[in-house]
């Protein structure tokens, strides 16, 4: 099947188990049960099955899954020997945290530049990325066709039109504001306090010893 076919939800939980397979792999571990997969990404085992379905056959009844052959799939599947360099708007504190972390630790995701409006912060780097100005976004974005959005809300749109107009393809919207792109454009919107109050509401409300 090919990858624009697999549904949405597999897809957003291949990462997932990419991660949890190449620790396995790091531990040494040979194969691993969809039950094992299971318990360690929080997803039910009928679940896993379907989703590994979609791309024939991964495992072996009464066997499991070989770690290593995983471990390959999805380093193919989820393109990770090819770099995705990746431009982060908005060197807050949020931003910064980002920039320190980034993402090549874990992922095959690289930030590769940062903008913003604050002069201090402009000719500097943070955590070895170097801080641009947000005038001068179209001419130091090159050939990054993935954005981060960590500014103020009230700008959030005005950037993602520039964004838009310069031709990126992607947007992780991490501020309030529900922006609008054109259907061409892949937009994930995260807001950190929404989830935060969805956590609190779950705790009080289903609590996990109920289940």
């Given at each position: ?5 697999i ?6 939980r ?5 991660r949890f397979?190449?620790n ?42 070989d770690?290593?052959y995983?471990l390959r ?6 393109d ?38 604050n ?12 801080v641009?100005?947000i ?8 050939g990054?066709?993935?954005a ?9 749109q005005n ?10 393809s ?5 501020t309030p504001?529900?922006i ?16 935060l ?15």
């Amino acid at each position: 099947m090919e990858k624009n076919k697999i549904p949405q939800a597999t897809a957003k939980r291949l990462p997932l188990y990419y991660r949890f397979i190449n620790n396995l792999n790091h531990q040494g571990k040979k194969r691993v049960s969809s039950k094992e997969l299971s318990e360690a990404v929080k997803v039910d085992s009928a679940t896993i099955r379907r989703d590994f379905s979609y791309f024939g056959a991964l495992g072996r009844k009464g066997y499991g899954y070989d770690v290593e052959y995983l471990l390959r799939f999805f380093r193919k599947t989820l393109d990770q020997d090819e770099v995705t360099e990746v431009t982060l708007i908005g060197v807050g504190n949020l931003g910064t945290a980002f920039l320190h972390y980034n993402f090549m630790k874990n992922n095959n995701t690289k930030i590769v530049a940062a903008f913003d409006a604050n002069q201090d912060k402009v000719g500097t780097e943070v955590g070895g990325v170097p801080v641009f100005h947000i005038d001068d976004l179209e001419k130091k974005m090159k050939g990054v066709h993935v954005a981060i959005l960590t500014v103020p809300a009230n700008e959030a749109q005005n950037i993602t039109n520039r964004l838009v107009d310069f031709g990126v393809s992607g947007i992780l919207n991490f501020t309030p504001a529900r922006i609008t792109v054109p259907e061409k454009i892949r937009i994930h919107h995260i807001d950190l306090a929404v989830e935060l109050q969805a956590l609190v509401y779950f705790l009080k409300h289903y609590p996990l010893d109920q289940e």
